[in-house]
Nanobody, 120 residues
Framework: EVQLVESGGGLVQAGGSLRLSCAASGITLDDYARVWFRQAPGKERQGVSCISSSDGRTYYADSVKGRFTISSDNAKNTVYLQMNNLKPEDTAVYYC?????????????WGQGTQVSVSS
């Protein structure tokens, strides 16, 4: 059984930081593009960041560039999202997912999500 389990969300003041983790079982994360996406109430899903499976390149949404960093620990089969200088507009449920490539719209597996709330 494949499981992706996110953790690390919470309530933080604007300007603060959080580190999200996504631990995988049943798959090897390095075999996939590793994705973080988010969804705020009433809004569409938004891709936040991705690590390519082919060359390890990282990609970020313009809204988070320079503030968020994605990384992956193959030994722990875990992907992380370091979020600094958080803004109220970052408030959303954050999900990790795996896909064939970073440009894929459909995900193969995803977790249950973790809530990030940023107060002004």
């Amino acid at each position: 059984e494949v499981q992706l389990v996110e953790s690390g969300g919470g309530l933080v003041q604007a300007g603060g930081s959080l580190r999200l983790s996504c631990a995988a079982s049943g798959i090897t994360l390095d075999d996939y593009a590793r994705v973080w996406f988010r969804q705020a109430p009433g809004k569409e899903r938004q891709g936040v960041s991705c690590i390519s499976s082919s060359d390890g390149r990282t990609y970020y949404a313009d809204s988070v560039k320079g503030r968020f960093t994605i990384s992956s620990d193959n030994a722990k089969n875990t992907v992380y999202l370091q979020m600094n200088n958080l803004k109220p507009e970052d408030t959303a449920v954050y999900y990790c997912a795996v896909a064939t490539r970073c440009t894929s719209y459909e995900y193969d597996y995803w977790g249950q999500g973790t809530q990030v709330s940023v107060s002004s």
